[in-house]
């Protein structure tokens, strides 16, 4: 079986929150094409097709729009200092409860926590983020979960910050294919996180 991937871009967003789970998926696709299966598609969602242009200067191109895309198996939202600004955005907010409606997994890395909440879609839901993040999470209703590089609640997964949300990714292409399917994405991508991560699942 294959999947549609869309990961979210916003000025602003924190360029690895994306980048590395960009790099976990679309190996993961580059593998099942040379085994002679069908590839997940892994594409870039925005408000509009203009360049992105994120928190360290890196401009990407979204590939699809919140009111142009594909049925999305998998929504992850990344986090970045652009995200106190996204949590006000009607457009965002809106387009994730209706994603969250459909999609299998919805997913986050780093403060992406604080805009899933925002959106209702992590409401009653154990979330994780980065740490110096936690206490305002909590401050604002959420129920955070500490000292673990990611958590999963239902068919909702939340990460810390930046590498964490590869361990997610990862974990993420085991339950969509297969953990040995996980285990050669990682091989070929030489992730080899020291120590161990730890999980909430």
């Given at each position: 079986?294959?999947?549609?991937?869309?990961?979210?871009?916003?000025?602003?967003?924190?360029?690895?929150d994306f980048v590395g789970p960009w790099e976990v998926f679309t190996a993961s696709a580059m593998l099942r094409e040379h085994?002679?299966?069908?590839?997940?598609?892994?594409?870039?969602?925005?408000?509009?097709?203009?360049?992105?242009?994120?928190?360290?200067?890196?401009?990407?191109?979204?590939?699809?729009?919140?009111?142009?895309?594909?049925?999305?198996?998998?929504?992850?939202?990344?986090?970045?200092?652009?995200?106190?600004?996204?949590?006000?955005?009607?457009?965002?907010?809106?387009?994730?409860?209706?994603?969250?409606?459909?999609?299998?997994?919805?997913?986050?890395?780093?403060?992406?926590?604080?805009?899933?909440?925002?959106?209702?879609?992590?409401?009653?839901?154990?979330?994780?983020?980065?740490?110096?993040?936690?206490?305002?999470?909590?401050?604002?209703?959420?129920?955070?979960?500490?000292?673990?590089?990611?958590?999963?609640?239902?068919?909702?997964?939340?990460?810390?910050?930046?590498?964490?949300?590869?361990?997610?990714?990862?974990?993420?292409?085991?339950?969509?294919?297969?953990?040995?399917?996980?285990?050669?994405?990682?091989?070929?991508?030489?992730?080899?996180?020291?120590?161990?991560?730890?999980?909430?699942?």
């Amino acid at each position: 079986m294959t999947y549609t991937i869309g990961l979210v871009v916003f000025p602003g967003a924190e360029e690895l929150d994306f980048v590395g789970p960009w790099e976990v998926f679309t190996a993961s696709a580059m593998l099942r094409e040379h085994a002679g299966e069908q590839p997940d598609r892994v594409l870039l969602v925005a408000v509009g097709l203009e360049p992105v242009r994120c928190h360290k200067g890196l401009r990407v191109l979204p590939d699809i729009t919140f009111n142009d895309h594909p049925n999305l198996d998998v929504v992850l939202v990344p986090g970045g200092m652009g995200m106190r600004r996204e949590a006000d955005n009607p457009a965002l907010l809106s387009w994730l409860a209706k994603a969250a409606a459909s999609a299998r997994w919805i997913t986050s890395v780093c403060t992406g926590s604080l805009l899933l909440h925002a959106a209702g879609v992590a409401d009653g839901r154990r979330l994780a983020t980065h740490f110096a993040f936690e206490d305002e999470l909590e401050r604002r209703g959420a129920t955070v979960v500490r000292d673990v590089r990611w958590v999963r609640d239902g068919q909702l997964v939340t990460s810390q910050g930046v590498s964490a949300g590869i361990d997610m990714a990862l974990w993420l292409v085991g339950q969509l294919h297969s953990p040995a399917h996980a285990r050669a994405t990682q091989r070929w991508i030489q992730y080899q996180p020291a120590p161990p991560y730890q999980a909430d699942v």
